[in-house]
């Protein structure tokens, strides 16, 4: 791609005055644009480079799109492309009944029903560059992962050269030390890139409630539902590229792995194949461990999975925990191992020297991201753990973690997979939801705005200020706020900087932080704060607010 033509625009609009008056207003606030004179032209254009396009439907309704729906479908992987639909029949599907067409086809498309007031066309073009300059940042940073991979392997096998002279031990020590620094680097850039990701999903995932237009059930059903698929995995990607980096913040608690595992039982059987049996074993008086029970049934998940499809004729998966010394430098000290066996194909030497690598897989394409053992890694070491792997080709795999003993004593339950409301909570959300009112701060007109639409589809009041200053000034003069939302990265004074400062002025005041940065997030939930992080799905933001409002009326009691 030429880099001036990164972000220019590109408009189609064969009939009326669209094409002219368009690129007239945004060359006044400094965005380059070239008018297509038909689909062809428009193609051609997009293969050399472009920022986003704007098009009219009547240019598309009756055209042959297969070269654009081509060129859309071969973008790479870090492209998603934003086009503008100009149409007289808004988004809709009711109204418009090509919606869905343009929608299937466009994919990241934006419907602005004409006549457009100047300013909603101007907003949606920032937006789209927005997006598209995050996808550019993620381009880089991918491309310095695969030339930095790159250095590391001739760096690595010219030290190996250097030093294999009659130093069998020491060649293999340094080749585990270089192992470890390379994947310290691919970690340290794949948290990067999972923060980047983030960002884009919450605009996604806020902008999937808000698509809600009428239609009938079927198809609202079939367009949402393929819409949050793909969030869906987004985040369970962006979950694992954190885990591997060990930036993502973890909530340990007290386990006892025995509850946690028969817990799981009936999930991993949900999972697994009817051919696939589980057996469990367990040493008599279990040492507690301090790990986040949550990321321990996602590793073990992963584990299992992977040893599903190591067995495409069935078998047996034996979980087995015990007591233990520690290992690998943790001599003298207690530890708990838990095992994952199966009876699969096994591994080359190679394979499970790469294993633990991001994006490193020998599944098909399409069948695995090569993430499911790197979150595995991540969350062992982010444990004060770790993990090993034992296998031959022909002779099944075996998963070992090693977890230090915890010294408490009291052990937690086994979390369960979906958290029940208490009655307090479901009191407070009928308040909230009836006349609540919440303070949102919130410099991002946006997600402002999203934000603002979801709550007020709720039925929860919101008054929105644009800084931490006009939120204190805001609750020295309006009454009737029940709590405070506020985004934690804003310039002058932060969140985090506001939140310390309701703890002193209003104690009472139930404050949630919001943020996608999650070293922000984890320094948050340090001081003791609820932190909601992006990207959140409606659901998620009405029941923390609820479960943040009866903490603090509990606390105050």
């Not at 200053?469 to 009737?480: P, Q, V």
């Not at 001081?527 to 606390?555: C, D, H, I, N």
Request: proline share 4%; with cysteine.
């Amino acid at each position: 791609m030429i880099p001036h033509l990164s972000e220019r625009g590109l408009l189609l609009a064969p009939l009326g005055r669209d094409a002219e008056l368009a690129s007239s207003l945004l060359a006044e606030h400094g965005v380059r644009t070239l008018v297509c004179a038909g689909l062809g032209q428009l193609v051609a254009e997009l293969r050399a480079g472009a920022g986003f396009a704007i098009v009219t439907d009547e240019a598309l309704l009756d055209a042959d799109l297969h070269a654009l729906a081509e060129w859309i479908e071969g973008q790479p992987e870090w492209s998603d492309f934003p086009f503008i639909l100009l149409t007289r029949r808004g988004g809709g599907i009711e109204r418009n009944p090509a919606a869905l067409r343009f929608l299937e086809t466009l994919g990241n498309v934006s419907f602005l029903e004409r006549p457009f007031h100047p300013t909603s066309l101007v907003s949606l073009v920032r937006a789209a560059l927005r997006g598209r300059r995050r996808q550019y940042e993620a381009r880089s940073r991918l491309d310095a992962l695969a030339e930095l991979n790159t250095t590391l392997e001739e760096r690595i096998e010219a030290a190996i050269l250097e030093r294999l002279q009659d130093q069998a031990k020491l060649a293999k020590t340094e080749s585990a030390l270089h192992q470890a620094q390379k994947m310290e680097a691919i970690g340290q850039l794949t948290g990067g890139i999972a923060h980047d990701f983030n960002n884009l999903l919450m605009a996604i995932s806020s902008g999937v409630y808000l698509l809600g237009q009428p239609m009938d059930a079927v198809r609202r059903r079939k367009v949402m539902d393929g819409i949050r698929q793909s969030i869906d995995r987004g985040t369970t990607l962006t979950r694992q590229l954190l885990a591997f980096s060990r930036r993502r913040p973890l909530a340990p608690r007290v386990v006892d792995l025995r509850a946690q595992l028969l817990g799981m039982e009936e999930m991993l059987h949900r999972s697994l194949r009817g051919d696939i049996d589980v057996a469990m074993s367990f040493d008599e008086g279990l040492w507690p461990v301090e790990l986040d029970p949550s990321e321990l049934e996602l590793a073990i998940l992963n584990v299992c999975v992977n040893a599903r499809d190591a067995m495409p004729g069935g078998g047996t998966i034996r979980i087995t925990v015990r007591n233990g010394p520690g290992v690998e430098g943790g001599a003298g000290r207690d530890a708990v191992m838990l095992s994952i066996a199966d009876e699969g194909t096994g591994m080359s030497e190679e394979t499970r020297a790469h294993a633990f690598e991001p994006f490193f897989t020998t599944k098909d394409v399409g069948r695995g991201s090569g993430l499911g053992l790197a979150q595995v890694y991540g969350f062992a070491v982010q444990s004060g753990g770790r993990v090993s792997i034992d296998s031959e080709l022909g002779r099944g795999t075996t998963l070992t973690f090693v977890f230090p003993r915890s010294g408490k004593a009291r052990m937690s339950k086994a979390v369960p997979r979906e958290d029940a409301e208490t009655g307090e909570d479901t009191g407070v959300r009928r308040r909230l939801e009836q006349r609540g009112q919440v303070l949102l701060v919130e410099d991002d007109a946006t997600v402002a705005a999203l934000t603002t639409q979801m709550l007020e589809d709720a039925g929860i009041g919101v008054t929105r200020v644009g800084s931490a200053r006009e939120a204190l000034d805001a609750l020295e003069e309006a009454e009737g706020i029940d709590i405070v939302l506020s985004d934690v990265m804003m310039p002058g004074m932060s969140g985090a900087e506001l939140a310390r400062t309701l703890r002193v002025r209003y104690p009472a005041m139930p404050v949630v932080l919001t943020t996608g940065y999650v070293e922000a997030a984890r320094a948050a939930m340090a001081e003791g704060f609820a932190v909601l992080v992006k990207p959140y799905s409606f659901e998620t933001l009405v029941t923390t607010l609820v479960r943040q409002m009866s903490r603090t009326a509990a606390a105050g009691r």
